[in-house]
């Protein structure tokens, strides 16, 4: 039986071990919060720091194969478990390459993938040089996650909110629309697009509100996406699974935003509505399994259960009985004892063949399903 070990125990972690159930494989992973969302579904748990290199090379050392959950893993531990003939997916140089947006920004210029524009920065105080860039989006290179290493800049006046470290200056994008292509990739470099997402920002927490799918996109801004996207993983020389997030502008140019080297909440809706899901897809490719079959069974929506504003504390909801009443409505919970405002507690895929029938259960679920701490 194969041994595979998960960098990360997050709730990208938990949904992959759900679907480790249906193959043969032993599962290990590495984190330091022994009550994690992934903690009770693996067969080894090892609690430590997937940042520290004797931690991590430790942790593969006996392993046949690894994969990361999150990008801000010691690669440097990796490579060596690499070099050492351990199959990790993505290859740690397309995490290196990934985990700082400098570089992967750098990566996407050298490989002429469209992206915004954007010079770099190396302290707070030279975004006085590129006052030609405004109004602008500042991102700092390592560290950031969910909306909280990304600052709008409009003009001057907001550099003092801007990052002292090396970053991303990258021009605003006049955007029509967010949506994500998760790509797969296996050893022998055979690949298959999943059908495109479309991503709803909450433009307070910056944080993904729903997600529908396939994208309300045109033929065309399709084959660009799907063009687009085949060329970053392929670029990355790399197996695993990959999610290409993409803005398409009110001319109907499609732009790399950012790269995910890993499961990704863009692609949570396809347990229930693709054949093979992002996380089943994943486990074909570790264990060298035939590629799964990415089309949708129906569309669907996700809806993110956020912790409400103003709760923090152990976590209770309220409204569950009401959501799962709704046809065609699978809630997940990630385990997550602690609530806080913002944090994502699980979230609700929805399925319908009909676009406004998704929307309004989507919105429904969003106003009844509330993670309070009373
Ligand atoms: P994170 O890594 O925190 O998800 P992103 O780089 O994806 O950060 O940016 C978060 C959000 O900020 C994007 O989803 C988008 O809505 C907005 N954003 C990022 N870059 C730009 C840009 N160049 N123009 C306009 N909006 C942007």
């Known amino acids: 039986m194969q041994k595979v070990g998960i960098l990360g125990g997050?709730?990208?972690?938990?949904?992959?071990?759900?679907?480790?159930?249906?193959?043969?494989v032993e599962t290990w992973v590495l984190e330091n919060d022994e009550e994690c969302p992934a903690a009770h579904l693996c067969h080894h748990f090892i609690k430590g720091d997937i940042r520290d290199f004797d931690t991590v090379y430790n942790f593969g050392k006996d392993l046949d194969a690894l994969t990361i959950e999150i990008e801000s893993v010691n690669v440097e531990a990796l490579e060596k478990l690499e070099s050492e003939g351990k199959r990790i997916y993505p290859?740690?140089?397309?995490?290196?390459?990934?985990?700082?947006k400098v570089l992967?920004?750098?990566?996407y210029r050298q490989h002429e993938i469209p992206t915004p524009a954007y010079v770099i920065t190396q302290t707070?105080?030279?975004?006085?040089?590129?006052?030609?860039?405004?109004?602008?989006?500042?991102?700092?290179?390592?560290?950031?996650?969910?909306?909280k290493g990304v600052q709008v800049l409009k003009s001057s006046a907001d550099f003092p909110?801007?990052?002292?470290?090396?970053s991303v200056l990258e021009k605003m994008v006049d955007i029509r629309m967010e949506i994500a292509v998760i790509v797969a990739v296996n050893d022998a470099g055979e690949t298959t697009l999943f059908p495109p997402t479309e991503m709803l920002f909450d433009p307070i927490l910056n944080l993904l509100d729903y997600q529908v799918c396939p994208a309300n996109i045109s033929q065309k801004v399709l084959w660009k996406a799907e063009a687009i996207a085949s060329k970053v993983a392929r670029d990355l020389q790399s197996p695993g699974l990959f999610a290409i997030e993409l803005f398409v502008d009110k001319d109907d140019e499609?732009?790399?935003?950012?790269?995910?080297?890993?499961?990704?909440?863009?692609?949570?809706?396809?347990?229930?509505?693709?054949?093979?899901?992002?996380?089943?897809?994943?486990?074909?490719?570790?264990?060298?399994?035939?590629?799964?079959n990415t089309a949708a069974i129906l569309p669907s929506a996700i809806v993110n259960i956020l912790g409400a504003e103003g709760h923090c504390g152990p976590a209770t909801y309220e409204g569950f009985d009401e959501v799962l009443k709704i046809d065609n409505a699978f809630v997940h919970l990630y385990g997550k004892k602690?609530?806080?405002?913002?944090?994502?507690?699980?979230?609700?895929?929805?399925?319908?063949?009909?676009?406004t029938d998704l929307m309004h259960k989507a919105n429904k679920i969003k106003h009844t399903l509330k993670v309070v701490s009373r």
């Open 338 to 355: 602690l609530t806080k405002p913002g944090r994502k507690m699980g979230h609700v895929t929805i399925l319908s063949k009909d676009r």
């Open 161 to 166: 909110t801007g990052f002292d470290s090396a």
């Open 124 to 147: 707070r105080s030279e975004l006085d040089e590129h006052t030609g860039m405004l109004p602008a989006v500042h991102k700092i290179g390592e560290g950031g996650y969910d909306g």
């Open 254 to 292: 499609v732009l790399v935003n950012e790269t995910a080297p890993r499961v990704h909440n863009s692609g949570h809706h396809t347990i229930e509505a693709h054949y093979s899901s992002q996380y089943d897809m994943l486990w074909r490719i570790i264990l060298g399994l035939p590629l799964g």
């Open 10 to 24: 997050g709730q990208l972690g938990r949904m992959l071990l759900q679907s480790a159930a249906n193959y043969v």
């Open 104 to 107: 992967q920004k750098d990566f």
């Open 91 to 100: 290859r740690p140089a397309a995490i290196r390459t990934i985990k700082n």
